[in-house]
């Protein structure tokens, strides 16, 4: 079974950076994308930044996704972070598993991990 899971939010002040990230556990797994969504409060769920499986860096404006090949993670850096930055961060894998010799395709979410930024 596929799992995932966010860490690295946190109370940050306005103008700081912080970096979260995404690990993807589970046997013969093969990622095509990872992407990062964002919930703020009372509004809806949007992307904020994504990567293919064999991307190693992806800058989206003030949004870096980078691969730390050492943890097998996918990292998302926000940099001069905003109070409208507050929210719900979620990271989605998708990709195949090789189960018993056939490949089935995963998309799986996190839990989610919250940033608030304080102004």
């Known amino acids: 079974q596929v799992q995932v899971a966010e860490s690295g939010g946190g109370l940050v002040q306005a103008g700081g950076s912080l970096r979260l990230s995404c690990t993807a556990s589970g046997a013969s797994v093969s990622v095509d994308h990872t992407d990062w969504y964002r919930q703020p409060p009372g509004k809806q769920r949007e992307w904020v930044a994504g990567m293919p499986g064999s991307g190693v860096t992806s800058v989206t404006g003030r949004f870096t996704v980078s691969r730390d090949k050492t943890k097998n993670a996918v990292n998302l850096e926000i940099d001069s972070l905003k109070p409208e930055d507050t929210g719900v961060y979620y990271c989605?894998?998708?990709?195949?598993?090789?189960?018993?010799?056939?490949?089935?395709?995963?998309?799986?979410w996190g839990q989610g991990t919250q940033v608030t930024v304080s102004s």
């Open positions: 989605t894998v998708s990709g195949l598993r090789n189960i018993r010799g056939t490949l089935l395709p995963f998309d799986i």
